[in-house]
């Protein structure tokens, strides 16, 4: 079993990445159905020494 090399951002953290690559992850952050495409793609990235930056936010009020 491979180790996770990835590292995941997630909105709003300060956290400092670790990789010398970078991803963000931009566009629709509205769920469509049960999977979302963000998990998706850092789970297929697991193996790769890139820092993902998500904004999803499960706690965004949209009103």
């Known amino acids: ?9 997630y909105a709003p953290s300060i956290e400092a990445p670790r990789g010398a690559k970078s991803v963000f992850l931009a566009g629709t952050t509205n769920r469509v159905d049960n999977r979302d495409w963000r998990e998706l793609l850092s789970t297929a990235l697991s193996d790769m020494p890139v820092t993902i930056y998500n904004p999803y936010r499960s706690d965004w009020d949209s009103s």
Not at 1 to 9: P, R, W
């Open 1 to 9: 079993m491979s180790q996770t090399q990835n590292q995941v951002i």
